[in-house]
């Protein structure tokens, strides 16, 4: 058959063989902090609120729909929102989850406990300044932004090595999803950080791929934002990204 009698379909996506399908889910809401007090912390001084009723559902409502997508592993940070987010998932499976230390939300010096909500609130003009200068380093005594960068890398750069060829559930925090997605695409750190409480951000994480291409969602029913990465390495490099909210 001659070039002029061919049928040309559309390209799809498809994921390359050896890579890692890293789904990673934001924890659902986590409880409100009444003025005038804080949240409780881990023995370290770090935040460890529980999840409010809003974010119980919000986990049942995503683990239900996780547990549909043909999942191989689970992952969760050591925080408590997130281990109470993964807990109707491990019910639907089966499956037990690796706690990750290293996925764990950035450390907040003098604006744990709470007090990072609280600025974020009132738009305190250290958080606003926070968040026009995109990095970290804003917060003090907080975690040095290379120090968490470098952990953050270190922890799904390890999921992935473990997993090729394989679809894996991370549910951690919008700090630690903003900042793949930072090292995924050589944005600002804090440029992603938005992601909602039970959103799924998807992650290809083969040796290497430099290409933008067609995305398909996978979400929950209450998830507000979508993203889906392709290309992550240790180094770099993602071009595609969207952001989707439902109706």
Known sequence: MSESEGVYPQYRFRIPAGACDLLLVRHGESAAMPAGSGFPTTPSGQADPELSPAGCEQAVL??????????????ASSLRRTQQTIAPLVDQTGMKPTIDPDLREIELGEWEGGEFRRLANIKDPRMMRLLRNGSWSQVPGGEDSAVFAGRVQAAITRIAAAHPDQRVAVVCHGGVIGQIIALATGASTLSFMGSDNSSISQVISPRFVRKSVPWTPI????????????GWSPSLSTLASSWIRPA
């Open 62 to 75: 995503v683990s239900a729909r996780l547990a549909k997508v043909g999942l191989d592993a689970l992952y």
């Open 219 to 230: 979400m929950s029913p209450r998830s507000r934002s979508v993203n889906r990465l392709y």
